[in-house]
């Protein structure tokens, strides 16, 4: 029995302001509880169809829903509703500099906390205690006073894994989540990622440029070439010449003399 | 990336070019005809003409008639014989064969030309008068040794004012932080691109701000005198206008250069519009806000002792007086008040935005 849709992109595109076409007519479907990787070169369009599925972009045309819902069409207290259990890693972090890493975390709560509470950052016992576990889940449980800025790279991109938890999401989006760190602190990263997918059972769309990790940690992959969906199949299947349609005839690949 | 011929000028820029054209060999002409009139007939009517008379003879309708024809000709001929300055200015130069260094184009020699005429017109037109300036010197000296010899007479009233001259600057800048903290959100351009009503009241805004900027603070004290009377509020009120104006550009322009990330990650978590400026926007502006308000409170400190001599209060205002009767030692000892103050506000602001950033 396939698991219910958790994501379904319909004939979707995006033309910027200026003419490019990021996305052209791309269509896919992603089940509760995969781990889907995409892939492509620079400039291929992933992030852009990361954006459009929580709306920090506006498509152009095509029909995106999440849970059965629709989010092209939503708007206001709705569309903020849909975000909230969509949480979302950035390539850079974006992380509250100036804040602490506890007040950072509790910013994934602001979907479900009182305005004039969290403006001035008073937030309830209760999400206090959870943002304190959502640490812990990092690694990162003794940090909380800390300044955001005076951590690592990828401690501060474990404070936003703990952020988008602290959401409670059914969804994570992950925008390159890896990819501003040094290879050895990579995994560090990905697993805790792994960790949300496996045991909270969250499902997770994540670009990615490395084949080594697509390998290791998606169920799924797909492929974007020029904001087109040029591949999609399961992780062993991204063989020498699928990856070529992909990433050009140029390509080397660190696995192609051993294969 | 692709990339295109640039597109030919559409007539917008052309008119525009036209109209700068005109404009410049206009100019021209009449800053020629002032030389020629100052130069070749200086003494017709027995005396030397002063520049406003000279001004006033010139044939305005006649060269600008005649620079409007010029520019015309130098619009159409701009084949032969190179772009227009004007045509330049508009971005709408014909397409050249080849990039000529400028003493090889009209145009070139063209802006020499009037950038010396300019200097020799303005020699005339502001009477510049290297001869007394060299030879009068013992007239100011009564100033200049007052000045040197400040009197004890007006230490304490002096001192007494100058003090309220800050606590006016300082309220002009208090009253202004709220208002313009409020308002630079609605003035950055990156925050109002989503829809077409935030775009309209950004644009008002912007306008709004930049007239009243426009407006010396010297001016609006003039105009909040006649409203609640000669004195410190009549001041402070005028700098507080200024000060919300310009406190509303200088915010607004440090909400532009902020990094959008942190606040797509907070738009992300289905936070609303507050919470987005308050989590992904405050916490990255408050080090440059401040700075710009200490800055500005250094400025309202300046402007507060002139704002003074129209009757807005503080120091200024006992300095006037001082000044029409040529008491030049009191005038001494007020202007040293304002000197150190001045000076320590400067050192003071410096010091505190350079901790801030
Ligand atoms: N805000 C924007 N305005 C205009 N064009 C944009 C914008 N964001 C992205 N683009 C363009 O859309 C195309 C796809 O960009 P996108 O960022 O989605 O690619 P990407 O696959 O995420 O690349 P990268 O690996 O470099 O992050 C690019 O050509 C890019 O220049
Ligand atoms: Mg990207």
């Known amino acids: ?259 | 990336m692709r990339r295109a011929a640039p597109p030919p000028p559409g007539p917008g820029a052309r008119l525009l070019a036209l109209v700068v054209d005109a404009a410049l060999l206009a100019t021209f002409l009449l800053m020629g005809e002032l030389l020629v009139r100052a130069l070749v007939f200086p003494m017709q009517e027995g005396t030397l003409r002063t520049a406003q008379e000279i001004l006033e003879k010139l044939h305005y309708a006649v060269l600008g008639g005649a620079g409007l024809l010029l520019a015309l000709a130098w619009n159409g001929a701009a084949g032969l014989v190179g772009g227009t300055p004007g045509q330049a200015f508009a971005g709408a130069l014909p397409q050249e064969p080849a990039e000529r260094p400028w003493d090889r184009t009209l145009r070139g020699w063209f802006t020499l030309l009037f950038v010396e005429l300019t200097f020799f017109t303005g020699w005339l037109v502001t009477e510049v008068d290297l001869g007394t300036f060299f030879t009068n010197f013992e007239k100011a000296s009564g100033v200049l040794r007052g000045l040197l010899h400040p009197s004890g007479a007006v230490l304490f009233e002096g001192l007494i004012l100058l003090a309220q001259t800050l606590f006016l600057a300082f309220m002009a800048t208090a009253f202004s932080i709220p208002i313009a903290f409020v308002l630079s959100f609605a003035a950055a351009r990156n925050l109002t691109r989503e829809s077409t009503a935030a775009k309209v009241v950004y644009t008002a805004l912007r306008t709004l701000m930049n007239l009243t900027r426009a407006v010396e603070p010297l001016v609006w004290a003039l105009v909040f005198i006649s409203w609640v009377g000669i004195g410190p509020f009549a001041g402070v009120l005028a700098l507080w206008v200024h000060s919300v104006a310009s406190l509303v550009k200088l915010y607004s322009e440090s909400i532009e250069s902020i990094d959008r990330g942190p606040m797509d990650a907070i738009k992300a978590t289905g936070a609303g519009t507050l919470q987005v400026l308050r989590y992904g926007v405050v916490p990255q502006v408050i080090p440059p806000f401040l700075s710009f308000t200490i800055y500005r409170w250094d400025i309202n400190v300046r402007m507060s002792t002139i704002i003074g001599f129209v009757g807005g209060g503080g120091i200024g205002y006992i300095l006037k007086p001082r000044v029409d009767l040529g008491e030049w030692g009191e005038v001494g000892t007020l202007v040293l008040l304002i000197a150190v103050a001045v000076w320590v506000m400067d050192l003071v602001s410096a010091r505190i935005r350079e901790r801030i950033v």
């Open chain 1, 1 to 259: 029995m396939t698991p219910p849709v958790a994501v379904a992109v319909e004939r979707l595109s995006k033309v910027w302001p200026d003419g490019i076409k990021a996305l052209d007519d791309v269509s896919l479907e992603v089940r509760e509880g995969e781990f889907l990787a995409v892939l492509g070169l620079s400039g291929s369009g992933k992030s852009t169809l990361l954006r459009c599925i929580n709306r920090l972009v506006d498509p152009t045309e095509g029909k995106i829903s999440i849970f059965g819902r629709d989010v092209t069409g939503a708007e206001g207290a709705d569309l903020r509703a849909l975000r909230r259990e969509v949480g979302m890693i950035f390539q850079q972090f974006n992380l509250v500099k100036r804040h602490t890493v506890r007040d950072n975390v509790l910013s994934g709560a602001l979907g479900r906390t009182g305005t004039l509470r969290s403006l001035l950052l008073l937030f309830p016992e209760a999400d206090r205690a959870e943002a304190q576990a959502c640490l812990e889940r990092v690694g990162m449980g003794d940090r909380g006073d800390s300044r955001a800025d005076a951590l690592s790279g990828g401690q501060q991109q474990r404070v936003a894994i703990a952020r988008a938890l602290m959401q409670r999401p059914k969804l994570i989006l992950a925008d390159e989540p890896v990819a501003s760190l040094d290879p050895a602190l990579r995994n560090s990263v990905m697993r805790h990622v792994e960790a949300l997918n496996r045991e909270e059972g969250i499902t997770v769309i994540c670009s990615l440029h490395d084949l080594d990790l697509m390998k290791r940690y998606a169920t799924r992959a797909v492929a974007l070439r020029e904001g087109k969906l040029v591949a999609e199949g399961k992780p062993e299947e991204f063989d020498l010449p699928t990856l070529r349609s992909i990433y050009g005839e140029e390509a080397e690949f660190g696995f192609e003399a051993a294969s």
